[in-house]
């Protein structure tokens, strides 16, 4: 009888849950997440640079020439991040270079950066749309990084400080590029 009672005894006492493993798991990963932002180890990207100094960087284009773009201080810079592969990239090439046509003896230039390309594509693309401004590709995607590109096409425009004046993401359409160049253009600078 003894027995019997130590055995309903265990029975009758209310089961303790195990714990919520899971759970406990994702409020560690949260609490270290947390910690390494804390420690700037994780950065977030908080979007495409907009204002503030432009990055600098040295495009090698497919010619073999090299173009810095703290060089062109004094000049407008629109900087279109672009690849053959994209279809809305296709939708404002001829746009794109019948317009830096226009204003290259204005104290415009116009940098293509080529993002995660082949280089046969890439040049193919520009033979397509006889583009004529320096292009080359975005090795190891360094100059995409510096300026946060959130996918292609996405045009960044540079005031003749050197400052980042906007972007545009998404495919250029008639006449925001020349709307944005004019402005930018009637800028003073020293």
């Known amino acids: 009888m003894a027995m019997l009672n130590a055995t309903s005894s265990q029975e009758d006492q209310p089961q303790r849950p195990h714990p919520a493993w899971g759970r406990v798991a994702a409020y560690g990963f949260v609490l270290a997440l947390l910690g390494l932002l804390g420690w700037g180890l994780v950065k977030v990207q908080a979007g495409p640079r907009a204002a503030g100094p432009a990055p600098d960087f040295t495009l090698t284009t497919f010619g073999g020439e090299q173009v810095t773009l703290s060089d062109l201080r004094g000049r407008v810079v629109a900087i279109n991040f672009w690849a053959s592969w994209c279809p809305p990239c296709r939708e404002e090439a001829a746009y794109l270079e019948s317009t830096w046509r226009d204003y290259k003896d204005r104290g415009v230039v116009f940098i293509g950066v080529d993002y995660v390309d ?24 360094r100059i995409s990084q510096a300026y ?30 020349e709307q944005r160049l004019e402005a930018l253009l009637a800028e003073a600078y020293p």
């Open 118 to 141: 082949t280089e046969r594509e890439a040049l193919a693309y520009i033979a397509e749309f006889d583009i004529t401004y320096p292009n080359g590709p975005d090795e190891g995607t």
């Open 148 to 177: 946060r590109i959130q996918g292609v096409p996405e045009t960044f425009f540079v005031a003749k400080d050197g400052t980042l004046r906007g972007v545009k993401i998404g495919p250029l359409a008639a006449p925001e590029l």
